[in-house]
């Protein structure tokens, strides 16, 4: 049986905030996100906004996950 490591190992995160009104300025759950994960530990490298637009969202996680520098979008 392998044993699990408590080893704190920090993760890469990208942030996308979803918005058709909230800019970088208002951006209150993103700047919650990046701030909780900063406090945890972990490297926040990269962080957007776009419009509720399907197209828009795909074209920025297409981007963040073609990369070795995104380990975690949220």
């Given at each position: 049986?392998?044993?699990?490591?408590?080893?704190?190992?920090?993760?890469?995160?990208?942030?996308?905030?979803?918005?058709?009104?909230?800019?970088?300025e208002?951006?209150?759950?993103?700047?919650?996100?990046?701030?909780?994960?900063?406090?945890?530990g972990h490297k926040i490298v990269d962080k957007a906004i776009v419009k509720e637009n399907r197209y828009a969202i795909r074209a920025q996680v297409s981007q963040w996950i073609a990369g070795d520098e995104v380990q975690v979008v949220l």
């Open positions: 049986m392998s044993q699990v490591s408590a080893e704190f190992i920090p993760t890469r995160i990208a942030i996308l905030t979803v918005s058709e009104r909230r800019g970088e208002d951006d209150t759950s993103g700047h919650w996100l990046r701030d909780a994960a900063h406090d945890a």
